[in-house]
């Protein structure tokens, strides 16, 4: 299974490369999101569907490359201090709101000091390092951090430091502001009308800033809420991209097969998306580390990614993804060998004691997994147990710590500080989230590494203290690590440029267009 | 004026029943696991606990039990029935907008359901003995025992994937903003493949349960008498058998008028189709309680109605039952 489609990738990696053609202008392109967003005020929704809709009607000062570099958006060039405390940008100056109001200093002072702090739980975590945001004239902004901050300049993505509208925002109850109805903001698209469970239309913002862009008319985005009825809608034609995630992974084969069908699965290298296995550390056999690396040697992670993932994703070394900085490259990989689980087990004394096992509850995917994971564990003598949930019972399940097993997949977000660490940190232990530290791990000096690495200047620094951390934790196994999940972008290859960015699943429509 | 008296008894009680059923299904919702606050932090990938608090804050979830339902009760005394906490919407205004669609669907269904099963369960009780009526009732059962998320699959590939005729989901063409007869045509066309999936089971019951009922009523002595008297066989399977026969058909009728809101969960996830069955599914996958609690009493509310409406129909169509039932 994994051929074919590798293949399809190989070849439609060269279908992406530069176009030999002039970019045409015109047409519009249908597509599906799923599940239907329940707003499109990207900074104060911050979910998945609502990110990828109104990625294209909002911006942020960069975007990201596909090796998560900086690229000029609204703001052309950056300037950072020697001591890594005193940020410069330089905005466009021919920027206007999607309502004609030119786009000023002004705004991102209110995005990131006002609104931000107040709604976006992502962006405050950046924030707290930040002293101070200051516009020095109408097209210069200045942040002022109270200590060096490693991923600084991977904060400023449209999604996580929306730019949003002051002249609409300053001074009213943010959450019930009657403009969330109709969204405004600087990007290469506007809102134009939302049927609730049916299509959201976006058309070009005619008087957008870069010249020629964006090519397309507009994008419709079908809500179509059953997978298969999803596929279906692409094979008769009705939609020409399947975004990440819109159909069951046992379908992608087939549609990649049809004719004039492209499939990648570039655009979410900012994201980078890691699956793992909550072990909770606190009591039970997960509570032992021998127990959890057993677990480790027990999974054949290359199995699921072949025959569950359609051979797309990555096997991980450690806690550290593939796309984030600073991977310690010298581990022992965890190399499927079910022998050395079974010796961990007798060492520790595993006495046969039930586990449970918690399923991501998102669909068909997922649910093999476990079922494939089970497997695994009970060849080395691990007895599983697998509960079914719905998506509520999950987060409710994870927020209590009542589980022994549990499968989630998070963003990396380029930088360990972001989007690593607060798995193992230990003052991330809070209950009623399933997003922190759930597995309950505690280990001083893992602490100390991180919170030091983080605000460490410069990157050599920086670069030591996380190779030491990842050798412990690549020791202690808090959690396990499953894959780097690869996620295809299904579509008609004369779509071309549809993913320019490491961020290209929710930004892509600006660049793309359509080969008659 | 007896009608009068009996249409006033029947709605004071519907009142209590209605709110016995705000207050059940308000306390059934909060054993569900999990709260909206979680759930929409958990959709958002990455959160703090300012966030959750500032969610629970907005819905009132902060607020104990009795608090949160004295101001659901008092607020739907108002007809306010709340704020959905999901789609950043009022309830009514959720419900209002998707209700035209909802009822588009299933009262096509219903009409076309009650009008073929009557007609095929009549063909099928005049042809007891023969080839025909048994094919009729050999269909009818193979539609009664279909999974309908099955059918309505198969009807897709086939009349949407490979013949290409109809269109696979939604209830217009997007993005041709067609206006006035295009419009209907338009809606029309998307309407036939969930409305005939969603009218095939009740199809398939009103036909076996009129020949069932019309094969009974045929035994009667005035049947006998109509025949020695010289009427046409037509006439007395239409006046004198089905008329007889409809009384069980008018329970069922009423049953499935009243889950017209509520019952189409499958055929509009399957068929894209905006509607509440889909809200509702989506409401309750959410917590989203004020949205699925005002969607629960919006049907207990119907059910109520058509008890009502079915038990008048009775009278008329049966004038033998009088008074208070």
């Known amino acids: ?32 999101i799923q599940p239907e967003p329940p707003g499109l005020v990207l900074g104060m929704i911050q979910n998945a569907p609502t990110r990828t809709v109104a990625g294209n009607i909002y911006e942020g000062l960069l975007r990201y490359d596909t090796d998560l570099n900086p690229m000029p958006q609204l703001a052309t060039s950056w300037e950072e201090s020697d001591d890594g405390l005193t940020y410069t940008f330089h905005l466009r100056e021919d920027v206007t709101w999607h309502d004609g109001e030119p786009f000023t200093a002004e705004d991102v002072v209110f995005s990131a000091d006002v609104f ?101 008319d507009g994008v419709n985005w079908h809500i179509i809420p059953d997978g298969a009825s999803r596929a279906v809608a692409y094979e008769n034609g009705t939609v020409d991209v399947l975004p990440y995630g819109t159909v069951e992974n046992f379908d992608v084969p087939r549609l990649s097969e049809m004719e004039n069908t492209c499939i990648t699965q570039e655009g979410h290298e900012y994201f980078s998306p890691f699956a793992m296995l909550w072990m909770n550390n606190r009591e039970g056999p997960t509570a032992d580390k021998r127990f959890r690396q057993a677990v480790m040697y027990a999974m054949n992670r290359e199995f699921a990614r072949d025959v569950l993932w359609n051979g797309l994703g990555e096997v991980p070394l450690s806690a550290f993804g593939s796309n984030a900085r600073f991977q310690n490259e010298d581990l022992e990989p965890y190399d499927h060998d079910p022998e050395k689980a079974r010796e ?3 060492e520790m004394g595993y006495d046969g004691e039930e586990v449970t096992l918690l399923p991501l509850p998102y669909g068909e995917t997922w649910t093999r997994w476990a079922e494939a994971v089970q497997q695994n564990l009970s060849e080395v003598g691990i007895n599983v147990r697998t509960e079914s949930t719905d998506v509520g019972g ?47 791990y505690e280990n001083e000096r893992v602490d100390e590494l991180f919170n030091e690495a983080a605000t460490a200047f410069p990157e050599e620094k920086r670069e030591e203290l996380y190779h030491e951390v990842q050798e412990i934790l690549h020791e202690d196994v808090p959690v396990g690590w499953l894959l780097e999940l690869g996620f295809p972008t299904i579509y008609r290859c004369n779509v071309k440029n549809l993913v320019t960015s490491g961020v290209g699943v929710n930004d892509g429509f600006k660049d793309a267009w359509i080969e008659e | 004026m007896v009608y009068a008296r009996l249409i006033a008894m029947r709605l004071f009680k519907a009142v209590i029943v209605l709110f016995m059923i705000i207050v059940f299904n308000f306390f059934l919702i909060q054993m569900a696991p999990g709260d909206p606050a979680a759930i929409l932090a958990g959709e958002a990938g990455a959160t703090d606990q300012e966030f959750l608090r500032q969610l629970r804050e907005q819905f009132g979830l902060d607020q104990p039990l009795y608090v949160q339902l004295w101001r659901y009760v008092s607020g739907i005394a108002t007809l306010d029935f709340g704020y959905s906490y999901r789609q950043q919407m009022p309830v009514l ?12 669907l299933t009262g096509t269904a219903f009409v076309l359901s009650l009008a073929l099963g009557i007609f095929a369960g009549s063909m099928a009780a005049a042809r007891v003995k023969k080839v025909s009526g048994s094919l009729i009732m050999a269909l009818a059962l193979v539609f009664y025992a279909t999974p309908l ?17 109809l269109p696979a989901y939604g209830m217009f063409t997007v993005g041709a903003h067609y206006t006035g007869w295009a419009h209907v045509l338009d809606v029309l066309n998307h309407l036939i493949l969930p409305a005939s999936t969603l009218a095939l089971f009740f199809m398939a019951i009103y036909t076996r349960m009129t020949r069932a009922s019309m094969l009974e009523a045929s035994q009667q002595d005035y049947v006998k008498t109509a025949r020695a008297k010289g009427l046409k ?29 509520g019952g189409a969960i499958l055929t509009e996830t399957v068929f894209a189709w905006p509607g509440i069955g889909r809200l509702m599914y989506e409401a309750l996958m959410q917590r989203d309680y004020n949205l699925l609690l005002g969607i629960f009493f919006f049907s207990a509310a119907l059910v109520i109605v058509f008890n009502i409406f079915t038990d008048l129909v009775y009278r008329l169509a049966d004038p033998r039952i009088k008074g208070a039932s």
Request: with cysteine; net charge negative; hydrophobic share 45%.
């Open chain 2, 233 to 261: 066989d037509r006439v007395i399977q239409r006046r004198h058998i089905l008329r007889n026969a409809l009384l069980p058909i008018i329970t069922l009728a009423g049953l499935q008028a009243g889950q017209m809101v």
């Open chain 1, 344 to 346: 961990l087990l007798d």
């Open chain 1, 394 to 440: 999950w987060n409710q399940r994870l927020g209590e710590w009542d589980y022994d097993l549990a499968f989630t997949y998070l963003y990396q977000y380029g930088d360990p500080a972001l989007g690593i660490s607060r798995t193992y940190l230990s003052d991330n232990i809070e209950k009623g989230s399933p997003w922190n530290n759930v597995e309950g």
């Open chain 2, 149 to 165: 998320f099955w059918v309505a699959l198969m009807a897709v590939l086939l009349f949407s994937v490979y013949l290409d005729w």
């Open chain 2, 93 to 104: 205004d959720l419900i209002l907008a998707r209700l035209p669609a909802t009822l588009l």
């Open chain 1, 116 to 216: 931000h702090r107040e709604l976006n739980p992502s962006a405050r975590a950046v924030l707290q390092h930040v002293e101070s945001i200051e516009a020095t004239d109408d097209h210069t902004v200045v942040f002022t951090l109270s200590q060096p901050f490693g991923p600084f300049m991977l904060s400023f993505e449209a999604g996580t430091f929306t730019m949003v509208p002051k002249h609409v925002y300053e001074g009213t109850d943010f959450r019930n502001n009657e403009a969330n109805n109709h969204p405004i903001g600087t990007g290469p698209f506007k809102f134009e009308n939302w049927d609730r469970g049916t299509v959201i239309e976006l058309v070009k913002n005619e008087d957008y800033y870069e010249e020629g862009l964006p090519y397309l």
């Open chain 1, 1 to 32: 299974m994994k051929t074919p489609l590798a293949c399809a990738i190989a070849a439609c990696g060269l279908a992406a490369l530069p176009a030999m053609a002039e970019p045409q202008s015109g047409g519009v392109i249908n597509t599906v």
